[in-house]
């Protein structure tokens, strides 16, 4: 009787030994598939922030050529001061490498503020922020290059000995009527998507409207957020 209830003790603290066994290979197999999950979604999320290394890049070489036409523009109309017309367009160019190195750099300073190891929640909002700024950026853009050619133009011209403010001044007023032509054309195609007569034309400008990098890294980021719901 003894041995038998020995026998039972036996038997019953190796049952228990196994199933302290066991609960800690299933802990340890919890905490693995834990660890595995967040290196992937710090993988994905390190993928989303990584598809904006295009629009930095890009926004360096705007900052480089803003420089360089600030530079050459104020060289420009300070030597020609005895021509207001050209110094009129040194100057309106000076103004455009100001507001592109200015832009550029805020520009940084935003995609700066965006790194992987933030929370998806605050990276979706610095991406917000950063494409709320971008498709401002890209209105403006639009309406100074409607006019930027013109000045351009001019200067080419003059540098090549070919003044036509003076010897062609009908020649530069259709430039300028087609200029201002071009920025109506602008204001009636922007007020048509605003009031949703294209809706899914103006669906997809909205979409597009802060670059193809912002547009991969939006749905990177949606890409994270869905798979850390499937796996909490």
């Known amino acids: 009787m003894m041995n038998t209830a020995t026998g039972f003790d036996d038997l019953k603290s190796a049952w228990q030994a196994l199933d302290a066994r066991l609960a800690r290979i299933e802990s340890l197999g919890q905490a693995l598939a834990a ?11 390190r993928a989303s922030v990584s598809a904006l290394w295009p629009l930095a890049l890009g926004q360096v070489v705007q900052l480089v050529l803003g420089a360089a036409l600030i530079g050459f523009a104020a060289t420009y109309w300070s030597s020609n001061l005895d021509r207001a017309h050209l110094v009129a367009c040194g100057v309106f160019l000076h103004a455009t490498g100001i507001w592109m190195a200015g832009s ?12 992987w190891t933030q929370p998806v929640l605050e990276l979706q909002k610095r991406l917000a922020q950063l494409r709320h700024w971008r498709t401002r950026n890209s209105v403006m853009f639009a309406w100074i290059g409607c006019f930027a050619w013109v000045p351009m133009m001019l200067m080419a011209f003059a540098a090549a000995g070919a003044d036509l403010w003076v010897h062609k001044p009908l020649v530069v007023a259709s430039w300028i009527g087609f200029a201002f032509a071009s920025a ?16 899914k034309l103006a669906a997809a400008m909205r979409a597009n409207a802060a670059g193809q990098s912002v547009r991969r890294a939006e749905l990177a980021l949606a890409d994270v957020e869905r798979f850390e719901a499937e796996a909490s």
């Open 184 to 199: 109506g054309l602008f204001w009636l195609l922007a007020r048509a998507f605003r009031t949703g007569r294209f809706p």
């Open 35 to 45: 660890e595995r999950r967040e290196a992937e979604a710090s993988r994905r999320r």
């Open 104 to 115: 550029a750099v805020y520009e940084l300073l935003l995609l700066r503020g965006l790194r």
